[in-house]
């Protein structure tokens, strides 16, 4: 079985966002780049698959230089190989596309991803793959299986989750509990230095910009009630809040 | 630049979030000089569809295949391209679920459509298509331009305050051909939860942490979300810990809401946590440690014992009602 694995390389969810350049950049001082919390679980579902029936596991990131630790790390975690589109990755679409051009030539049975990235939290360049390569998609997955070149699969649904079945290959996006993030060890971190992490241009173009950001307004003070007054509360939710 | 609203069903109407997305969808067709159509998929009554008039559509298209009754994003992916192809639309817009996500995801594959999601105003229609979505989990937010021919636009809960007219819609059947290929997947079971409020629908939350003590002491919580009529949440450790379901986890890797208010009960409030909720109108933050981070994010905030401070607010809710 071949696994493509998509990563992103995206700020540690902890990290304070500020932008710097009259608001048009993100500011990269002091923020600690990880793989994407969604992607890394994806990541470790398809090393325990790799580890319990056998398959190779390439990573995929589009991205810039600055992205490389994050793949050499999927690499230490039990990637055998690497690609990296050397690109902005600033656009859904133009992301997926560059992903379906990679998978269109590796021909993977399975192509796992976070369920959505946590820096822009669309939630659907899983889908444009496989509408791209003609294959289904499913996302948010749980829990996955393979038998007989069948997925087993549960994926959260509003208010629930339902368990279904397709034959691969096919295109998941991965949420917890799927698998536990992996920690490398330290042969990992020895043998991730001489795996292939091959470079190649992206293709297409974006089709968004950003041309500024900006902050949410700062929260005011909160509004003190005295706990033997609790319900005080709702009379303020109601009048002052207008929420009632 | 005719406009398409993809408009989810639950139990034969149409979602609260979508009647929302309609509205959006309608606002920017008054500035644009167009109208709005809303596509809707599945089992529904045809007065219950009609109501998309109401929020601003002058047409609804049903697609009501008995193949469609599961909710299949391949499937639903064809109808919604279908759709477009059918009234030339230039901008498809949903309110922003799971399944929009997947169905507008695959419809962009084949439009060649620019996806952005979590959108939270009206487009800037000034100097191209301009639009301010949410990012980074709601701390902060980005001004996008969008180039391509047809966009998709997900919106976020609340990103307009729907003005309800007595205007009504034309319901029209829509049948397009469904190839088998797209039904290759078979759900074989669905656990779902029902009778409970929604809880990426809901207006009003309440949610519990670890301050809670145990899945056996949620009563108190329970008892004043039904006072409320407000849906259930809980933090992330919560879910780990199997006190409560994963999909009431709302944070970083949970559900994200947006809701009017948003009463968190026992939760310090990790940036995790914020992340999934602090696009919340109005936060309430009851926790027994007066040190806890939460109250920083909180608009209101009660320092003590949840058990005690849980049963006050319940009764006064109903002494209101």
Redesign the interface.
Known sequence: MKILVCISSVPDTTSKISFTDGDTKLNKAGVQYIIGPYDDYALARAVELKEKSGASITVLNVGEADAEPQIRKALAIGADDAIRVDADPVDSYFVAEQIATVAKEGNYDLILMGRETSDYNSGVVHGIVGEILGIPSFSPVMQLDIEGGVAKMTREIEGGKEKLEAPLPLVLGCQEPIAEWKIPNMRGIMTARTKPLKVIPASGEAFTSTDKYSLPPAKGACKMIAADEADKLIELLRKEAKVL | MAILVFTEIADGAIKKSSLEAIYYGSQVAEKTGTSVTALAIGKADGAELAIAGNYGASKVLHANDTKLEL?N??AY?KVLVEAANTTGAKVIITAK???A??????????L???????VVELPDLSNGF?VKR???????????????DIKVL?IKKNAVNPVESSNSATVEAFTPALSDNLF??????????TG?V???EA??VVSGGRGMKGPEHWQPLLDLADA?GAATACSKPVSDLDWR???EHVG??GV?VSP??YIACGISGA??HL?GV??S??I??INKDADAPF???????????VF??LP??T???KE?K
């Open positions: 909710p994003s391949m992916a679920s799971s399944l996500d997947a169905v507008t995801a695959r419809a962009a594959g084949t060649k459509a620019a996806v952005v999601g979590n301009k949410s990012i980074f989990t709601g701390k902060a937010f980005a001004d996008v331009n969008v180039k391509s997900a290759t997947a078979k759900v074989t079971e669905t656990v779902k939860a409970t929604s809880l990426p207006d009003l409320l379901p994963h999909h970083q890797t994200k009017n208010l940036i995790q992340a602090n696009s109108k109005i309430v933050v109250f920083k994010a909180a608009d209101y905030g009660i320092v003590g014992d005690d401070v006050k607010l009764k006064a809710v209101l």
